[in-house]
């Protein structure tokens, strides 16, 4: 896989927005990928180096519209920590 789609978009929250100041970032990623494919398209995209990466999966919510009743989607997150002498990741300097 190409390292674009491996790493789907980043996760922009409060919670995710506070820990970039400690170089930890938030990605969805695909749901076929593991630590070691994260790890690799994370330093090819952004050319920084990571220390780690924690994946969770995440499964949708029962969702209501009306008398009607679906499920949002399931998705894959992954949690990346830079090395300390790393430079950071320019997108997520802009929003914080």
Not at 12 to 41: D, G, M
Request: hydrophobic letters at 40%; a positive charge; charged letters at 30%.
């Amino acid at each position: 896989m190409v390292a674009h789609d491996i790493i789907i978009r980043p996760i922009i929250s409060e919670k995710s927005l506070a820990n970039v100041q400690s170089k930890k970032y938030v990605f969805e990623v695909a749901k076929s990928a593991t630590k070691t494919t994260v790890k690799n398209a994370i330093e090819e995209i952004f050319k920084v180096k990571v220390e780690r990466v924690n994946i969770s999966n995440v499964y949708g919510k029962i969702k209501r519209q009306g008398k009607h009743e679906g499920l949002t989607g399931n998705y894959k997150k992954a949690y990346v920590t830079l090395t300390a002498d790393s430079k950071s990741i320019e997108f997520f300097d802009s929003l914080s």
